[in-house]
């Protein structure tokens, strides 16, 4: 089946085609201050370099987030429409479980900046194939830590925990490299050959798990309750 996939939840976002388990094309790109017309150009000139037609495309699968809000909407935004507007199933992941997928191995705890002195974060047991079995969840990296039994035996990746490397190690963890942090929509294409429960039942229902409330959102509540 001839899968398009979109990641767009951390600054370093990026799109990429698959058939099975073979991987087509890929493509990075900056998600900083980008719109959805912009992720969508370079989903045409991937399409273009792999010589494929975009009615050829038989299914989208998406990260779903935590993240850049925006970043996170972006891509939620385009799987939906590209979905709707030419009747194909989405399929929906965890843009964490799409780190702990590219990390390989057992025991994988990723990490992205929350910004504000928090991670957002999900813990894997196996390599993002099972459920996490921790998070995912927003708080402090010395809180997400306390919530692990061994943190020594655990692997941390993402840029939350390339930030966070001296607490991390600290506590005995180890800090995989950078490139290993990156959730990739290539990834996202593995996990949904995998894990068909991914499938979104109601399309125009689904939304992406951003965790924890925008701060405009977290802003308005102050404010409502301050009355």
């Given amino acids: ?7 767009t939840s951390t600054p370093l976002g990026s799109v990429a085609l698959g058939r099975g388990d073979e991987l087509i094309a890929e493509c990075a790109l900056a998600v900083r ?3 959805s017309e912009t992720v969508l150009d370079e989903v045409a000139r991937l399409l273009s370099r792999a010589r494929i037609d975009a009615d050829e495309i038989e299914r989208v699968v998406v990260g779903a987030g935590p993240g ?8 939620g935004a385009l799987a939906k429409g590209w979905c709707h507007a030419r009747d194909l199933p989405l399929y929906a992941y965890s843009s964490l479980r799409a780190v702990a997928a590219s990390a390989g191995g057992d025991r994988v705890c990723a990490l992205f900046d929350a910004r504000r002195g928090e991670v957002y974060g999900a813990a894997y047991a196996a ?4 459920d996490p079995v921790v998070g995912p969840r927003a708080c402090s990296v010395d809180a997400w830590i306390d919530g692990l039994d061994d943190p020594a035996a655990w692997r941390f990746a993402g840029e939350g925990a390339t930030r966070q490397r001296a607490r991390i190690e600290a506590r005995g963890g180890t ?6 942090g990156v959730p990739r929509a290539a ?10 429960d991914g499938r979104v039942a109601d399309i125009e229902l689904w939304e992406p798990r951003y965790v924890r409330s925008s701060g405009a959102e977290r802003e308005a509540e102050r404010r ?4």
């Fill in 175 to 180: 800090v995989l490299p950078p490139f290993l």
């Fill in 127 to 130: 390599g993002g194939l099972d």
């Fill in 33 to 35: 201050a980008m719109h």
């Fill in 1 to 7: 089946m001839l899968t398009l996939a979109l990641e």
């Fill in 187 to 196: 990834a996202l294409l593995w996990l949904a050959e995998r894990l068909p």
């Fill in 68 to 75: 850049s809000f925006t970043g996170v909407r972006i891509a």
């Fill in 224 to 227: 409502g309750g301050s009355r």
